[in-house]
């Protein structure tokens, strides 16, 4: 299990507008790895590890023929101990594996499982199936034995069956391993009929002529609605990439404070803040003050045991004269909710939330 616990911080959550995957680094291959429908419709996503750290993730190589992509990190910490991808264990029926990842972007999991069938057909590849849990959130995750050798990647899982999972195998890998010298800063396309690279924008394949589709070589746009509220997480400072959580969801931390942004009701813009948990004395102080202090547009407000800071507004707001005025509240709560969790703890003996970060490495 020490095994286990040293590749922890070598995976990661994917975050994307789209929603959420996990990959992992191979110090052997220098990239992380992870599905291509993980990162579909980006060019650049960010990772995150246990202690909330993000990273701003460039995708440089993709394959959607075999659902696989790789991943380039500028100033990504390398881990101590990744999976090992270099190993010559074959997989067998009834052999133990374990799939590391994030189901449903919860915490870091770990679920245990059995081979049911080392190479299932499924169309005109292969693929490991195992009796494994793997919900949506772990693909792209390592599913590896009790030594730490990589044996595939989570692809997918059959929405209507249970105990039933698939994971491209570390042969299938291997094959586009062997191109990573290959590649340069920006995307590469690994053709879904013949394998041969792309590297420029086209329409189809020069090597064997099959349809390519161009929109492979861009970014999804964002929404409109969406451009304004990354209008808001930009005069923070902050990467929107960084912050983007999921479809018109966005999450990011102000210094010890993590910031919430998500569409409520289909009517509803909502911003807000968990900032302290209620200590056990002080009570009394601490309700008076969220009665009596004002915050503006903003509430402070209680609920689950956790003091919130919080702002809401009809999303029609955001297309009227009060545009600017949104927009500015949206940053000034996020620099509000950094301050005030700060005083919740020195005057109040509050504890800071469980999803505050305790500190930037």
């Not at 959420?20 to 995150?48: C, M, P, R, W």
């Amino acid at each position: 299990m020490n095994t286990i616990q040293n590749l922890e911080n070598s995976v990661y959550k994917i975050n994307t507008a789209f929603g959420s995957g996990t990959g992992f680094y191979s110090a052997q291959d220098k990239v992380i790895i992870t599905n291509f429908h993980v990162v579909s419709g980006s060019l650049s996503v960010s990772i995150e590890d246990g202690l909330k750290n993000r990273y701003l993730a460039k995708i440089i190589y993709a394959n959607p023929g075999k659902d696989i992509a790789f991943l380039k990190v500028e100033s990504l910490p390398i881990p101590i101990q990744t999976v090992n991808t270099n190993h010559a264990t074959a997989v067998s029926t009834r052999d133990k594996l374990l799939v590391l990842g994030f189901p449903y972007g919860m915490p870091f999991t770990v679920t245990e499982g059995t081979v049911s069938n080392p190479k299932q057909a499924i169309g005109s590849s292969d693929y490991i199936q195992t009796d494994a849990a793997i919900n949506p959130g772990n693909s792209g995750g390592p599913v590896i034995n009790e030594k730490g050798e990589l044996l595939g990647i989570v692809t997918a899982k059959f929405s209507d069956a249970d105990n039933m999972g698939f994971a491209i195998p570390i042969e299938t890998i291997r094959e586009e391993f062997d191109i990573i010298d290959q590649l340069l800063d920006e995307l590469t396309i690994g053709c879904p009929s013949c394998n041969s690279l792309i590297q420029e924008k086209t329409s189809y394949c020069p090597n064997c002529g099959n349809d390519i589709e161009e929109s492979l070589f861009q970014e999804s746009l964002p929404s409109d609605f969406s451009v304004k509220v990354e209008k808001a997480i930009q005069t923070l400072g902050i990467d929107p990439v960084l912050a983007r959580t999921g479809s018109e969801y966005w999450k990011f931390h102000l210094g010890s404070a993590e910031i919430r942004m998500f569409v409520y009701d289909n009517n509803y813009l909502f911003a807000t803040s968990p900032l302290n948990e209620l200590p056990r004395k002080n009570l009394a102080e601490i309700y008076e003050y969220i009665m009596r202090t004002d915050t503006g547009e903003h509430r402070l407000s209680i609920s689950d045991n956790q003091v919130f800071l919080s702002y809401r507004i009809h999303i029609s707001d955001l297309y009227s004269e009060y545009e600017d005025h949104v927009i500015k509240n949206l940053a000034h709560l996020a620099e509000k909710a950094d301050e005030l969790d700060n005083r919740f703890v020195g005057d109040f003996g509050a504890n800071m939330s469980k999803f505050s970060k305790q500190h930037d490495t």
